[in-house]
């Protein structure tokens, strides 16, 4: 893994980070799609699910899934047209309205595209346009959507997290972050350190602190970066997850007992893990020894 700050980088990249910066913008308009409609998926399929079990109709039989039906607009059910479609761009055209009843449109989705691309080209700009700079891509791209998903609904779907898990360990097979040997304790730590948490947790408050989500997530990071990094990546959680929750407390009048979903600090963690990990791991190892 490169140990040197983006920003230092050499602009050897810049031409395909701009490119990756456009491409992150489109794929910042799919992740949308992806943060609203898998959460209705997996609530239409539980609701099939119970219904079969008691034989009673199913309640959703029309086909739903990420590329049907076309999007639209929640509050008049307007079809949202190509040209309303453009990443940011339509969204600052239309004011953030719906072009038919003028109903907001938040402005989450366009800072969700402006945000993917941006990180598009800050990645693409630190490793390259090859192999490993698109495993970059897909690994902040399946981090994003899952931590939007927590965020409204505290559910980290396995159809997220165990791809990039499996991706993790696939991209390592030739060393491409960290030896394979690495990436395979990371993974098998990740889950089993959050685990052993969420049952001393359980034990001594009789309820749970997390979901099996977030050691699967720890895991899928194991099996990208290595086990050396877990203690990085845990660490760096725990400090944005300390910032977050205080602001909300502070700021947002967010009551002490609501729960907070802890994915988004796993999340955001592994990026910074990934861009500045090495310096930061060596940055503690060096204040902890006071070497």
Not at 87 to 108: D, H, N, Q, T
Not at 281 to 290: E, N, R
Request: aromatic fraction near 12%; include cysteine; hydrophobic fraction near 50%.
């Amino acid at each position: 893994m490169s140990e040197a700050l983006f920003l230092f980088s050499p602009p050897a990249y810049l031409p395909a980070a701009i490119i990756a910066g456009i491409f992150g913008l489109l794929i910042g308009s799919f992740l949308n799609v992806v943060i609203y409609r898998i959460p209705v998926m997996m609530q239409r399929e539980s609701d099939n699910y119970v219904a079969s079990e008691s034989g009673q109709p199913l309640p959703h039989t029309d086909r739903f899934n990420l590329m049907t039906p076309r999007s639209r607009c929640g509050h008049c059910g307007h079809q949202i047209t190509a040209l309303e479609n453009i990443p940011v761009i339509s969204w600052l055209a239309l004011r953030g309205k719906c072009s038919r009843c003028k109903a907001k449109i938040p402005a989450r989705y366009p800072l969700i595209e402006a945000f993917t691309g941006a990180l598009s080209a800050v990645l693409v700009w630190q490793f390259g346009s090859g192999w490993t700079g698109l495993a970059t891509l897909l690994f902040a791209y399946l981090l994003i959507a899952m931590t939007f998903i927590d965020f409204d609904t505290q559910l980290l779907p396995d159809d997220l997290t165990y791809p990039l898990l499996w991706a993790g360990l696939l991209v390592n097979l030739n060393g491409t972050f960290v030896p394979l040997r690495d990436a395979v304790i990371g993974a098998a730590a990740g889950y089993l350190v959050l685990w052993s948490v969420y049952w001393a947790f359980k034990l001594l408050r009789n309820k749970e602190g997390m979901g099996y989500g977030d050691f699967k997530l720890l895991a899928a990071l194991g099996a990208w970066l290595g086990w050396t990094m877990l203690p990085t990546i845990i660490l760096l959680s725990s400090i944005v997850g300390a910032i977050v929750g205080i602001s909300l407390i502070v700021f947002a009048k967010r009551g002490r007992d609501n729960p907070i979903p802890f994915g988004p600090y796993l999340a955001a963690a592994g990026l910074i893990a990934l861009l500045f990990g090495a310096p930061i791991a060596a940055f503690t190892q060096s204040f902890l020894t006071g070497t």
